[in-house]
């Protein structure tokens, strides 16, 4: 079955400083991933999605992540924090082929960004 | 382009009165569409989706239901709320299998 796990609830940096949000993944086959961010009392918006072509996946907002499969993990990044992107950001994954389309969720990873 | 829009915004509602929360797809033709639930403080939760008119899937056991009477609609339902059904409601569509989905704004319910 397929599972993903976020490694940290939260996470805080300085504006201008490097962000990790850390995801790991589990899969009986090849994934589609994905992160998504979501502003509070807001929808989720897609950030960028990883689907079997180049490993490292460029997304809005500065953001990008590196697939690895030798580590299962999927690790969102962005070189300089902005006090915008303080938010919560979920790591997903898409379940077994022929469930609807549907995407199986982490728990989040909350970003704080300290002026 | 495709919109999804979600409504109402917010909602508050006593114990044991029903509910109803549509959400309609512009822009595209025969989607998936889901609703999911988000605790405070949690993840998201599937709660139903559907891949046709009239198909329903769902997830976990519960006091909500969920319907599609047209391509680009659904509906989330319940006969009597309770306190447990507080959260916020999000619906989503998609193109199927590897696909991203696209969320609407949701809706915030309070069941007092």
């Known amino acids: 079955a397929q599972s993903v796990t976020q490694l940290d609830s939260h996470v805080s940096v300085s504006e201008g400083t490097p962000v990790l949000l850390r995801c790991n993944y589990s899969s009986s086959y090849s994934p589609s991933l994905f992160w998504y961010v979501q502003h509070p009392n807001k929808g989720l918006q897609l950030l960028l999605k990883?689907?079997?072509?180049?490993?490292l996946v460029k997304g809005i907002n500065g953001f990008e992540a590196e697939f690895k499969k030798s580590e299962t993990s999927f690790h969102l990044t962005k070189p300089s924090a902005h006090m915008s992107d303080a938010a919560e950001y979920f790591c997903?994954?898409?379940?077994?082929?022929?469930?609807?389309?549907?995407?199986?969720f982490g728990q989040g990873t909350e970003l704080s960004v300290k002026p | 382009s495709q919109t999804i829009h979600q409504w109402p915004a917010t909602l508050v509602q006593p114990v044991g009165s029903p509910l109803s929360l549509e959400c309609t797809v512009e822009?595209?033709?025969?989607?998936?569409l889901y609703w999911y639930r988000q605790a405070a403080g949690r993840g998201l939760q599937l709660l139903f989706y559907?891949?046709?008119?009239?198909?329903i899937s769902s997830e976990v056991p519960q006091n909500l239901s969920a319907s599609r009477p047209q391509d680009r609609q659904f509906i989330l339902s319940s006969k009597k709320l309770l306190l447990s059904d507080s959260g916020f409601y999000l619906c989503?569509?998609?193109?199927?299998?590897?696909?991203?989905?696209?969320f609407g704004n949701g809706t915030r319910l309070t069941v007092t």
């Open positions: 822009g595209t033709s025969n989607p998936n």
């Open positions: 990883y689907t079997s072509a180049a490993t």
């Open positions: 559907s891949v046709g008119i009239g198909q």
């Open positions: 997903v994954v898409s379940a077994f082929y022929n469930q609807g389309g549907k995407l199986i």
């Open positions: 989503a569509w998609g193109k199927g299998n590897n696909s991203p989905l696209h």
